[in-house]
Antibody, heavy 124, light 107 residues
């Protein structure tokens, strides 16, 4: 079955870049029909979708308006993983970050696979 | 962005009760509505997709209905393991959004 394994630091200083990686097993990051997302959760903002990457003969990315100027999601086909970079972080970016996949529900951007979550704190 | 509003924000119920949670979209989303269950310290888990399709492995006491702007998640007979927070999520728009959640607590 498909599994996602997250990695990355749990503490980031203000104004620096938050970087997380999500390794995929049981499927391919280049799978036609799948999509790979980053989502975060905080008490103040609830569950917030940040963006996704997916391959349909070429690569596509979509980003939430709230972070569009600061976010990059990149696929890495050589390692079968995808990454999140969020620039210029502030304490408001403190949250649990999840990677997720839309794998088993073609044509519907439902999150049927989730990583384990990473608590990221933005603090000096 | 499409706004998703759930009601109630929380409810208290007993084992065996029938529980209904509603989700309203700020514009029509056809049947592009998904439901998740989240327990403390865990990632959300997909229950229902496309408004009424039961995700593989999810008990049949969970069901979903609705289309357009109004949707419902029903638990036909609440079990001890169902006490959790439930979220709706629209997948109609390019930009995906969640409801604020409904916490189901033990009465």
């Amino acid at each position: 079955q498909v599994q996602l394994q997250q990695s990355g630091p749990g503490l980031v200083k203000p104004s620096q870049t938050l970087s997380l990686t999500c390794a995929i097993s049981g499927d391919s990051v280049s799978s036609n029909g799948a999509a790979w997302h980053w989502i975060r959760q905080s008490p103040s903002r609830g569950l917030e979708w940040l963006g996704r990457t997916y391959y349909r003969s070429k690569w596509f990315n979509d980003y939430a308006v709230s972070v569009k100027s600061r976010i990059t999601i990149n696929p890495d086909t050589s390692k079968n993983q995808f990454s999140l970079q969020l620039n210029s972080v502030t304490p408001e970016d403190t949250a649990v970050y999840y990677c997720a996949g839309s794998v088993a529900t073609p044509g519907n951007w439902a999150f049927d696979i989730w990583g384990q979550g990473t608590m990221v704190t933005v603090s000096s | 962005d499409i706004q998703m509003t759930q009601s109630p924000s929380s409810l208290s119920a007993s084992v065996g009760d029938r529980v209904t949670i509603t989700c309203r979209a700020s514009q029509s989303i056809s049947s592009y509505l998904n439901w998740y269950q989240q327990k403390p310290g865990r990632a959300p888990n997909l229950l229902i997709y496309a408004a009424s399709s039961l995700q593989s492995g999810v008990p049949s006491r969970f069901s979903g209905s609705g289309s357009g702007t109004d949707f419902t998640l029903t638990i036909s007979s609440l079990q001890p393991e169902d006490f959790a927070t439930y979220y709706c999520q629209q997948s109609y728009s390019t930009l995906l959004t969640f409801g604020q959640g409904t916490k189901v607590e033990i009465k």
